[in-house]
C-alpha cells in the first residue's frame, strides 16, 4: 500500500512538473476522449495547466502521439473514444474563451497504465559508468538518472539497448517507481523506451 501512495504521489508530481514545460500558450489537459472526427479529438478531463481545459477539441495533425503502455510512437488514428489520453496544445495568448479546435503539441495515450510514474527526461553529456550502473544527468539538471542491469532499455525500432548505447542529446520515457530526494533528484527507472 505504502508503494502504490508513493507512486501516485510521484506520478501527481511528476504531471505537475511537465505540465509547465511547453511555456504559457500551451493548455494541457488528462482526460478521456468522448469523440473524434477526422483528426480531431473531443476529451473531457482534468486541467493541468492554467490554460488548459477540462472539455475541448485538438487537431492532432503532425503531432506525436505516444502510447505509455510501451512508449512507443504510434499513429493517431489509432486514438479511440474512450481512450485515456493526455494530450498538451496551442492556446492563443490572446484568446479569452475557446478557439477550436487548439493544435496539438503531443498526445499520450494509456496515461493510467502504471501505478508508476511515465514522464522524458533528455541525456546530457554528464554520463559516468560503472559495473553497477550507468549514471546520466538530464539535460534540464533537475535528475540523475541509474540504469542498472534490472532496467529495461529499448528502442523502438531496433529493440534492446545496452548502456553503451546511451549518448547526449537521447531522450527517453522513463517508468520510475523510486526517487530520491536528492538535488538532482537521482531516479531509478524500470525501464527506458526511446523517442524519435
Known amino acids: 500500500m505504502k508503494k502504490f501512495i508513493m507512486a501516485a ?17 500551451v493548455g494541457e489537459t488528462i482526460g478521456y476522449v468522448i469523440d473524434i472526427e477526422d483528426d480531431v479529438v473531443h476529451f473531457m478531463g482534468e486541467p493541468l495547466t492554467p ?21 512507443f510512437r504510434v499513429s493517431a488514428e489509432e486514438i ?36 508508476a510514474a511515465v514522464f522524458t527526461v533528455t541525456v546530457s553529456d554528464n554520463i559516468s559508468s560503472s559495473e553497477e550502473s550507468t549514471v546520466f544527468l538530464c539535460s534540464n539538471g533537475k535528475y540523475r538518472v541509474a540504469i542498472t542491469p534490472d532496467t529495461v532499455i529499448l ?3 531496433s529493440g534492446q539497448l545496452t548502456p553503451a548505447d546511451i549518448h547526449p542529446g537521447m531522450e527517453f520515457f522513463v517508468w520510475v517507481d523510486i526517487l ?8 531509478y527507472p524500470e525501464k527506458v523506451v526511446l523517442v524519435y
Open 180 to 187: 530520491t530526494a536528492s538535488t538532482p533528484a537521482l531516479i
Open 155 to 157: 528502442d523502438p525500432y
Open 9 to 25: 504521489l510521484v506520478f501527481i508530481f511528476f504531471l505537475n512538473l511537465t505540465a509547465y514545460a511547453y511555456g504559457d500558450n
Open 80 to 115: 479511440m473514444v474512450d481512450d485515456d489520453i493526455r494530450i498538451a496544445y496551442y492556446v492563443p495568448l490572446s484568446q479569452s474563451g475557446k478557439l477550436e479546435p487548439f493544435p496539438a503539441v503531443v498526445a499520450w495515450l494509456n496515461w493510467d497504465c502504471d501505478s
Open 51 to 71: 490554460r488548459g481545459f477540462s472539455n475541448a477539441r485538438v487537431s492532432i495533425g503532425g503531432a506525436p502521439v505516444y502510447d505509455l503502455r510501451t512508449g
